[in-house]
């Protein structure tokens, strides 16, 4: 059974820093592609970014509102997906998920970003 | 930046088709792919690739997918198909991918 569980998230003033993490299990963690995407209170949903495997060169591509602030990375020998935020806005409030495959959705962690 | 277009509402009576469109210049040559999501969950995949439905979903449930639109259609809706639905594709590049802004569907 395909596992993703998103941890790490809670509450940040403006401009400071945050790491989320995503466990996955049940699938061959290294062979997939992984992306961030999140949903502001009430929104729509948004794509963050994706990390390519190894083996396709570990390419990263971001959504325009947080390059150069979220980076993401991944830990092949751990199963584990990592979204680095710094330079956080209170805009960036949202549940942040981890999703592959497009079928395979973590529960979610809610990072909230006020002073 | 690219887009993908929903209509903001779309509202049936129980039995009746719903579909909800999404539009996008690169969908020609991309794959669309549709959640439902309903209020305090994490949605679910109802179509991938177009027009391939995941297992476990209603077969009233079906996508198409023609020049620059993609088509989510409801066979006889439910009311427990009332839900937020998006399409979520990528840019000609692949390397970019988006949502669009997501439809509200009411079956009442």
């Known amino acids: 059974e395909v596992q993703l569980v998103e941890s790490g998230g809670g509450l940040v003033k403006p401009g400071g820093s945050l790491r989320l993490s995503c466990a996955a299990s049940?699938?061959?963690?290294?062979?997939?592609?992984m992306n961030w995407v999140r949903q502001a209170p009430g929104k729509g949903l948004e794509w963050v970014g994706r990390?390519?495997?190894?083996?396709?060169?570990?390419?990263?591509d971001y959504a325009a509102p947080v390059k150069g602030r979220f980076t993401i990375s991944r830990d092949d020998s751990k199963n584990t997906l990592y979204l680095q935020m710094n330079s956080l806005k209170t805009e960036d409030t949202a549940v942040y998920y981890c999703?592959?495959?497009?079928?395979?959705w973590g529960q979610g962690t809610l990072v909230t970003v006020s002073s | 930046s690219y887009e993908l277009t929903q209509p903001p509402s779309v509202s049936v009576s129980p039995g009746q088709t719903a579909r909800i469109t999404c539009s996008g210049d690169?969908?020609?040559?991309?794959?669309a792919y549709w959640y439902q999501q309903k209020s305090g969950q994490a949605p679910v995949l109802v179509i991938d690739?177009?027009?391939k439905r995941p297992s476990g979903i209603p077969e009233r449930f079906s996508g198409s997918s023609s020049g620059t639109m993609a088509t989510l259609t409801i066979s006889g809706a439910q009311v427990e198909d009332e839900a937020d639905y998006y399409c979520?594709?990528?840019?000609?590049?692949?390397?970019?991918?988006?949502f669009g802004g997501g439809t509200k569907l009411t079956v009442v």
């Open positions: 999703i592959t495959m497009a079928s395979f």
């Open positions: 049940g699938f061959p963690f290294s062979k997939a592609y």
């Open positions: 990390i390519k495997t190894k083996t396709d060169g570990g390419t990263i």
């Open positions: 690169a969908l020609p040559k991309k794959y």
């Open positions: 690739e177009d027009s």
């Open positions: 979520y594709s990528t840019d000609s590049s692949g390397n970019h991918w988006v």
